[in-house]
């Protein structure tokens, strides 16, 4: 499906550790690769565009779109509605009969693209009689409307556009991100919508009655029990050199305040890197991240002894105390599997007001992880969603055993239609269902 073998490590750390600070509180600890997740993209694109408030071509910085510092945008980012769950059975015939449609739209020359302009209420000229056929082609703009006028049908079709593919809902085109969505190819669309029928085939028809989904594609976690969604979260997913993996497994313990244990690839990649930069400056990297260090046999290393230049530091197994920087927030939810990867919270919040959160080394960061806890630890008795917020509060460290078994399953669906016919696109950032091609990883 998409890579799989991955060596979990939170960019949280990663982040901080490329800031030249050496005062952690004023990013979080360890977020040192908190605006890095674009510089891999496809042809070095960042996710912004010049003149509308975004990073400059090939960056490799997000800075987040005009619209996503809006309180209520970022409201609408951060707490999705519940809606209907990814994996369900219902959502197989749909997908068929989207895979249907877009086959004539295919057949038929597929839609126009829409130049990269901003265009809004009152807007007029030819770009908009591109954007009123592309929109009429997809079946977002119906009824009556004005050729060449952005006019209140054209925000709602803009609007209805954008929810679809998990975009603000605006109704105005002021940022990149919806830009690219429209003119992402109707071939594509089609390829996602093929490959996706093939994995909801394969795991809808077999989920349990209770579960935790990641849809990877989404950046987004649902509770699911009884065929309905509890609760959904945002959530910061793996990015592209450092994927999160395809997998089924069932949650096994959540640990309250836990240590975290820093990979072996973090180290040798960023952590020793960072020690270097703090030993010329005279300074001691792990009393300001708060970390201990062990030999291979599991005996303490006096800080002052570490030759961060030498070869033996990277032999070296540090770990983190819980504290309110912790890389891992103060939960942390487990389950078996082969890619050691994990579900958490993070200090590091303001990630999740962001449209596009493929920023992790593969594990999965959650916003509200609190709610979902309380739901996981539902029949553990006097582990109600008080009793977690005060875990979060005192610091207290804590390893709960799951009391009644909930499965979690970890997939890759970019597109898939619902029973309402809506149908949804996601970006294939791993370009998975779309091999070659750079433009459904744009978004």
């Known amino acids: 499906m998409f890579k799989t073998g991955v060596v979990c490590a939170t960019t949280v750390l990663a982040a901080t550790l490329l800031l030249s600070t050496a005062q952690p509180s004023h990013a979080g600890l360890f977020s040192w690769l908190k605006g890095d997740n674009n510089q891999n993209a496809p042809g070095g694109r960042s996710y912004g565009a010049p003149g509308w408030g975004n990073s400059q071509p ?64 009152g807007s007029r000229g030819q770009e908009i009689v591109t954007l009123h056929r592309r929109l009429e082609i997809s079946g977002d703009l119906t009824g009556q409307s004005i050729p060449d006028e952005y006019d209140q049908a054209v925000v709602m079709a803009v609007k209805k556009f954008q929810a679809r593919h998990n975009l603000p809902p605006t109704g105005v085109i002021d940022s990149r991100s919806t830009i690219d969505a429209l003119n992402v190819p109707a071939t594509v669309r089609l390829a996602q919508l093929q490959a996706s029928l093939k994995r909801l085939q394969t795991l809808a028809p077999g989920v349990a009655n209770r579960y935790v989904l990641v849809n990877v594609p989404s950046a987004q976690v649902e509770a699911v029990e009884g065929g309905q969604v509890i609760s959904r979260h945002a959530a910061v997913v793996g990015k592209i050199e450092r994927p999160t993996p395809a997998l089924s497994s069932k949650v096994s313990e959540i640990n309250f305040n836990p240590y975290w244990h820093v990979p072996r690839s973090i180290i040798q990649k960023d952590l020793v890197p960072k020690g270097q930069e703090f030993a010329n400056r005279g300074q001691d990297m792990l009393a300001a991240y708060r970390m201990q260090v062990f030999t291979p046999s599991g005996q303490p290393v006096d800080p002052r002894s570490i030759d961060w230049f030498g070869p033996e530091v990277y032999t070296y197994n540090f770990r983190q105390l819980p504290w309110e920087e912790n890389s891992l927030g103060f939960v942390k939810i487990n389950f078996p599997n082969k890619d050691a990867v994990y579900m958490h919270d993070t200090p590091l919040k303001s990630l999740f007001g962001r449209s596009v959160r493929f920023e992790s080394s593969g594990c999965v960061r959650i916003h509200n992880v609190e709610q979902l806890v309380a739901w996981i630890l539902g029949d553990n008795p006097g582990w109600d969603q008080q009793r977690i917020m005060s875990m979060k509060s005192s610091g207290q460290q804590a390893d709960v055993k799951v009391a009644k078994s909930i499965a979690v399953y970890f997939t890759y669906i970019s597109a898939w239609s619902t029973p309402d016919g809506v149908v949804h696109f996601r970006p294939d950032i791993y370009n998975t269902d779309t091999p070659g091609e750079t433009t459904a990883s744009a978004y």
């Open 58 to 121: 090939g960056s490799g910085t997000h800075q987040a779109p005009p619209e996503e510092g809006n309180p209520q945008t970022r409201a609408w980012i951060t707490n999705p509605a519940p809606g209907i769950p990814t994996l369900t059975t219902r959502n197989i015939e749909a997908t068929k009969a989207a895979i249907e449609r877009y086959r004539a739209i295919v057949a038929q020359g597929g839609w126009p693209m829409v130049p990269a302009s901003v265009m809004k209420p």
